[in-house]
C-alpha cells in the first residue's frame, strides 16, 4: 500500500526567514506524481507545486521549492521569505493511477 | 475558468435526513473524487470517476453513501440517512487524464448532522 508520512503536526516560522516541512512516501511504483497542498483557514485546498517522479530536478515556484530525492522516498517543501500568508495546514500528497494518497498535514505558522 | 464547484457550502441537518452534496468539475476534466476530512481521519477518498464511471469506491464508508455521475459535468454524493459521525468537510476535485495528475479541488461542503 502507498503511504505518505509526515512526521511534523506543527511549525513555526518568523517572518522573511525559510521554513522546510518535511514529507517521506512508500511505493513500489516507479511512476507517480507529488504534490503539495496548502489549507488556509477558509479550507480551499490549493496547490503549491508538483513534481513528476521520472524528473531529476527539483520543482520551484516563486519562493517555493522542493528537494526530492527518489531513492530515499523524500519530497521535502522549502519556503523562503516566509509570508503572513503562508500561515496554514500543508498536505504533502501522492499520486498514481489515480490512487491518491495524502499525508497528515504540517499546520505551519508565521510569526511577525 | 470557474473552477471546481461545490454546493452547498454548508449543509445543518438532522440525524436520519437524506443529504445531497453536488459537485460541477472544471469542464475538459474527465476524472472527479469525492473527498471527507475530519479532524481524526485526514483527508480520505471515497470514490472516484473516471469519464463519468465510478472506478473505485473502496472508500465509501457503508451502505449509506452513494455517489453518481450522470454526465460530465456533474456529481452528486448522497448520505441517507445522515448520522452524527458523517459531520465532516467533503471535497470534490477533478482533473484531466493524463495531463499530469494535478488535480483540482472544490471549495468543500461542511456537513453538520446533529
Known amino acids: 500500500a502507498q503511504t505518505v508520512t509526515q512526521s511534523q503536526p506543527e511549525m513555526s516560522v518568523q517572518e522573511a526567514e525559510t521554513v522546510t516541512l518535511s514529507c517521506t512516501y512508500d511505493t513500489s511504483e516507479n511512476n507517480y506524481y507529488l504534490f503539495w497542498y496548502k489549507q488556509p483557514p477558509s479550507r480551499q485546498m490549493i496547490l503549491v507545486i508538483r513534481?513528476?517522479?521520472?524528473?531529476?530536478q527539483n520543482a520551484t515556484e516563486n519562493r517555493f521549492s522542493v528537494n526530492f530525492q527518489k531513492a530515499a522516498k523524500s519530497f521535502s517543501l522549502k519556503i523562503s521569505d516566509s509570508q503572513l500568508g503562508d500561515t496554514a495546514m500543508y498536505f504533502c500528497a501522492f499520486i498514481n493511477n489515480n490512487d491518491m494518497r495524502f499525508g497528515a498535514g504540517t499546520r505551519l505558522t508565521v510569526k511577525p | 475558468d470557474a473552477g471546481v464547484i461545490q454546493s452547498p457550502r454548508h449543509e445543518v441537518t438532522e440525524m436520519g435526513q437524506e443529504v445531497t452534496l453536488r459537485c460541477k468539475p472544471i469542464s475538459g476534466h474527465n476524472s472527479l473524487f469525492w473527498y471527507r476530512q475530519t479532524m481524526m481521519r485526514g483527508l480520505e477518498l471515497l470514490i472516484y470517476f473516471n469519464n463519468n464511471v465510478p472506478i473505485d469506491d473502496s472508500g465509501m464508508p457503508e451502505d449509506r453513501f452513494s455517489a453518481k455521475m450522470p454526465n460530465a459535468s456533474f456529481s452528486t454524493l448522497k448520505i441517507q440517512p445522515s448520522e452524527p459521525r458523517d459531520s465532516a468537510v467533503y471535497f470534490c476535485?477533478?482533473?484531466?487524464w493524463g495531463s499530469g495528475e494535478t488535480q483540482y479541488f472544490g471549495p468543500g461542503t461542511r456537513l453538520l448532522v446533529l
Open positions: 476535485a477533478s482533473t484531466r
Open positions: 513534481q513528476e517522479a521520472y524528473k531529476q
